[in-house]
T-cell receptor, first 109, second 118 residues
Framework: QKEVEQNSGPLSVPEGAIASLNCTYS??????FFWYRQYSGKSPELIMF????GDKEDGRFTAQLNKASQYVSLLIRDSQPSDSATYLC?????????FGKGTSLLVTP | SAVISQKPSRDICQRGTSLTIQCQVD?????MFWYRQQPGQSLTLIAT?????????ESGFVIDKFPISRPNLTFSTLTVSNMSPEDSSIYLC???????????????FGPGTRLTVL
């Protein structure tokens, strides 16, 4: 069973702070990693992807990948109340994606 | 991006009945996926549907319970058969597509079908 693990949270951060979300995966052969954001009652939407070890930045978001340790993280700088959502870590499988259970993030004004 | 629509958006069904969910994509795609998201849980892949071949089911899901059709490159249906309350969930259709000039495939999700079984 190929697992993707996330802390369910909720993770609460004040507005303007950095939110740090973590994810570990069991399949050492995984090559692609994604972070999806899901608002309550809505479908997941892709916010970041990363393939290579290291950091990848896109606006306020930074994805970090460490294949040796089998973990992926997502940093959200200058967190806004609109960032409050569930963040799903997904790892590329043969055809589809394996999803973690998601971390609930709450950004308080 | 791929625009995906699903019908119905929600339904309340009686135990023992069946419901067919339709998924329509605005462009031709090779692979379509059906996921389930139970309350408070993450997404679980039910099956992968390729046009012109039998769907491939994940462990724990069988064709008799979740028959899938894929008649063309823009359309698929998922039927939830002989429903029980445990089938209450959100069912999501998804496609893999590559945006223009992108160097990766992105998976897009439909709006989902919220199913409640009484």
């Amino acid at each position: 069973q190929k697992e993707v693990e996330q802390n369910s949270g909720p993770l609460s951060v004040p507005e303007g702070a950095i939110a740090s979300l973590n994810c570990t995966y069991s399949d050492r052969g995984s090559q692609s990693f994604f972070w999806y954001r899901q608002y309550s009652g809505k479908s997941p939407e892709l916010i970041m992807f990363i393939y290579s070890n290291g950091d990848k930045e896109d606006g306020r978001f930074t994805a970090q990948l460490n294949k040796a340790s089998q973990y992926v993280s997502l940093l959200i700088r200058d967190s806004q109340p609109s960032d409050s959502a569930t963040y799903l870590c997904a790892v590329g499988a043969r055809y589809a994606l394996n999803f973690g259970k998601g971390t609930s993030l709450l950004v308080t004004p | 991006s791929a625009v995906i629509s699903q019908k119905p958006s929600r339904d309340i069904c009686q135990r023992g009945t069946s419901l067919t969910i339709q998924c329509q994509v605005d462009s031709q795609v090779t692979m379509m996926f059906w996921y389930r998201q139970q309350p408070g849980q993450s997404l679980t892949l039910i099956a992968t549907a390729n046009q012109g071949s039998e769907a491939t089911y994940e462990s724990g899901f069988v064709i008799d319970k979740f028959p899938i059709s894929r008649p063309n490159l823009t359309f698929s249906t998922l039927t939830v058969s002989n429903m029980s309350p445990e089938d209450s969930s959100i069912y999501l259709c998804s496609v893999e597509a590559r945006l223009y000039l992108a160097d990766y495939n992105e998976q897009f999700f439909g709006p989902g079908t919220r199913l409640t079984v009484l």
